[in-house]
């Protein structure tokens, strides 16, 4: 196991170092070998991850999910039958329905959750990604990984596939029910944000250098 080096505490880790986000704690950074995970001793949150994916690899997954966001929000997300009618709904549709329905809450933390947020995120990192592939690093790319940082837990995405899956199975009890493109676009989309959640963009600190002024 990697060991504390004590009395260490700087801002920012220099390359050869770990320090653990939660309490601080700071490590002897090494190469990791394929799966292997590497935690703090002390609190026993990660540090870092061995990732297989080079950086052109990444970007490769984010114009993937690009794609697939476009054709989620374009394409119907389900087919609602009844007394031979049928209705179609995008997830704007359905997001513009809860707004006329007096749930303008419900509907600005929906647009927020599943559209805003998610492409901000896939737009920053296609910008740092495209200047990482250089090694260099993108103007404003300190605050573009803060906001990288920040806006990360709130898409939610997968909460929404596994939602709308199961509005799917109840609501066909009451109606004929066919899932759309979108829903299989979303569930695309799913798993890439899901695989991509497994890597750590704080190395594009390690794999980029400062552009000179």
Same mark, same amino acid.
């Given at each position: 196991?990697?060991?504390?080096?004590?009395?260490?505490? $700087? @801002?920012?880790?220099?390359?050869?170092?770990?320090?653990?986000e939660?309490?601080?704690?700071?490590?002897?950074?090494?190469?990791l070998?394929?799966?292997?995970?590497?935690?703090?001793?002390?609190?026993?949150?990660?540090?870092?991850?061995?990732?297989?994916?080079?950086?052109? /690899? +990444?970007?490769?997954?984010?114009?993937?999910?690009?794609?697939?966001?476009?054709? @989620?929000?374009?394409?119907?997300?389900?087919?609602? /039958?009844?007394? /031979?009618?049928?209705i179609?709904?995008?997830?704007?549709?359905?997001?513009?329905? +809860?707004?006329?329905?007096? *749930?303008?809450?419900?509907?600005?933390?929906?647009?927020?959750?599943?559209?805003?947020f $998610? &492409? &901000?995120?896939?737009?920053?990192?296609?910008?740092?990604?495209?200047?990482?592939?250089?090694?260099?690093?993108?103007? #404003?790319?300190?605050?573009?990984?803060?906001?990288?940082?920040?806006?990360g837990?709130?898409? +939610?995405?997968?909460?929404?596939?596994? #939602?709308?899956?199961?509005a799917?199975?109840?609501?066909?009890?009451?109606?004929?029910? *066919?899932p759309?493109?979108?829903?299989?676009?979303?569930?695309?989309?799913?798993? &890439?944000?899901? *695989?991509?959640?497994?890597?750590?963009?704080?190395?594009?600190?390690?794999?980029?250098?400062?552009? $000179?002024?």
């Open positions: 196991m990697t060991m504390p080096s004590q009395g260490i505490k $700087p @801002a920012i880790a220099p390359p050869t170092l770990w320090i653990c939660h309490c601080d704690t700071v490590y002897r950074r090494r190469k070998g394929r799966g292997e995970v590497a935690r703090c001793a002390r609190c026993d949150a990660i540090l870092a991850r061995h990732h297989g994916l080079s950086i052109s /690899g +990444m970007l490769a997954l984010v114009i993937t999910a690009m794609i697939a966001f476009v054709q @989620a929000n374009v394409w119907p997300i389900v087919t609602l /039958g009844l007394n /031979g009618q049928l179609s709904t995008t997830l704007w549709g359905c997001i513009v329905m +809860m707004w006329n329905e007096h *749930a303008q809450v419900v509907a600005v933390i929906a647009s927020l959750t599943l559209f805003f $998610p &492409i &901000i995120k896939m737009s920053l990192l296609f910008w740092v990604l495209l200047y990482a592939r250089k090694r260099r690093r993108a103007p #404003g790319f300190r605050q573009v990984m803060v906001l990288l940082y920040r806006v837990p709130w898409t +939610m995405t997968e909460v929404f596939v596994l #939602g709308a899956l199961v799917v199975v109840k609501a066909h009890m009451y109606f004929d029910v *066919a759309n493109a979108g829903i299989f676009a979303y569930g695309v989309l799913m798993l &890439i944000i899901t *695989a991509f959640s497994s890597i750590d963009v704080r190395r594009l600190w390690d794999l980029t250098e400062e552009t $000179p002024a």
